[in-house]
Nanobody, 122 residues
Framework: VQLQASGGGLVQPGESLRLSCAVT????????IGWFRQAPGKEREGVAC????????YYAESVKGRFTISRDSAKNMIYLQMSSLRPEDTAVYSC????????????????WGQGTLVTVSS
């Protein structure tokens, strides 16, 4: 399984940005896929996750109501729509999956894509 994140950039507080994750080597419906982020000097944290099958979604409390994870099976892409961005959202964002059939949560990914930097600053 290979993943490649893209779409990062510099935005001002309050603005929106959409990240994309191209997935190859696996169907989006097979495994849970999530977005993670790591800010400078901080530990990596899970941001959003979409389960295999039905595609149930889960979010960190810090992004609930502002971020939306979605998938496009035809394009084998995962998206993270981010709105009302804050300076504390600044981080390198990566997409990842455990690649396991039927996984629901994104607790222990084994496959990681190269991250994309999001900077929120005025």
């Amino acid at each position: 399984v290979q993943l490649q994140a893209s779409g990062g950039g510099l935005v001002q507080p309050g603005e929106s940005l959409r990240l994309s994750c191209a997935v190859t080597g696996s169907s989006l419906h097979r495994s849970a896929i999530g977005w993670f982020r790591q800010a400078p000097g901080k530990e990596r944290e899970g941001v959003a996750c979409i389960s295999s099958g039905a595609g149930n979604t889960y979010y960190a409390e810090s992004v609930k109501g502002r971020f939306t994870i979605s998938r496009d099976s035809a394009k084998n892409m995962i998206y993270l729509q981010m709105s009302s961005l804050r300076p504390e959202d600044t981080a390198v964002y990566s997409c990842a999956t455990d690649g396991k059939l039927g996984s629901v949560f994104c607790d222990e990914p084994d496959y990681w894509g190269q991250g994309t930097l999001v900077t929120v600053s005025s």
